[in-house]
């Protein structure tokens, strides 16, 4: 039995929900509230740690990190649902180079204006005592928090925030210039780590970076139009900047 430990807006949890999508694989879905503080709970963390989401609990056997679960998923479900990986070991490896990219940069690049355009509003309602004490107990995102702090990121970390979203950009243009896929001209994983930032993107009206970009939009729409994606993006998932409801706090 597969169990996720996920949030319904975390983007590491939408790329592992749409993993167990294309692989056609049932779950159990357990909700992590971040405004609760499941995530730095003795019960969550003795099972991730990191005091992070998602993680898989697969027949007792846990695995934590989104891009390693969904490797994991493919790897143990072979003939399930879409095979996520090329069986060539070179674009295999062409894949996983991307992976770690995107990792590296976009994932971590997303960070900046969700926090800020979204999420800030809900900390700066803290008295900076809850604050400091909430942040400090964070085992993996304690240095990040503590830099935004209670005034958010300045202008030069969104600057460069949105530098490498762009360059990620450019990046996704280029490879699928011929091809609808990036690696292999097959969805892959690639695609998969992808695409919540793109949504995040879009949600908080971004998408105007990839206007000049002609290949980007047709390979999202292309996403989109699989059955994982509303799967995984089901209602409540998404969160537009008009409607955010850590602002309501």
């Given at each position: 039995m597969l169990e996720l430990y996920n949030n319904h807006m975390s983007t590491c949890s939408q790329k592992v929900r749409l993993c167990l999508a294309e692989k056609a694989l049932a779950w159990v879905d357990y909700q992590i509230d971040f405004r609760k503080r499941d995530q730095l709970k003795p019960y969550y963390l003795a099972i991730n740690p990191n005091g992070v989401v998602p993680t898989l609990v697969d027949d007792g056997d846990v695995?934590?990190?989104?891009?390693?679960?969904?490797?994991?998923?493919?790897?143990?479900?072979?003939?399930?649902?879409?095979?996520?990986s090329p069986r060539e070991p070179v674009e295999r490896a062409r894949m996983r180079s991307w992976m770690r990219?995107?990792?590296?940069?976009?994932?971590?690049a997303i960070r900046y204006p969700s926090f800020n355009l979204l999420f800030l509003r809900a900390y700066q309602a803290l008295d900076k005592s809850d604050f400091d004490a909430f942040t400090e107990k964070m085992p993996l995102r304690s240095h990040f928090m503590q830099k935004m702090g209670q005034d958010g990121f300045d202008e030069d970390e969104m600057k460069a925030s949105l530098a490498r979203l762009?360059?990620?950009?450019?990046?996704?243009?280029?490879?699928i210039?011929?091809?609808?896929?990036?690696?292999a001209n097959q969805y892959s994983l690639?695609?998969?780590?992808?695409?919540?930032?793109i949504v995040r993107m879009e949600d908080l009206n971004m998408t105007h970076m990839w206007d000049d970009l002609p290949h980007v939009q047709p390979w999202y729409d292309r996403i989109q139009a699989r059955p994982s994606f509303d799967k995984a993006y089901y209602a409540g998932a998404r969160i537009p900047i008009d409607n955010n409801p850590f602002a309501r706090d």
């Open positions: 695995v934590i990190d989104s891009s390693v679960i969904c490797e994991y998923l493919d790897e143990t479900h072979p003939d399930s649902g879409v095979l996520l990219y995107v990792e590296e940069v976009p994932t971590s762009r360059q990620t950009l450019e990046r996704i243009n280029a490879a210039e011929d091809s609808d896929w990036i690696v690639v695609e998969i780590g992808l695409t919540p930032t």
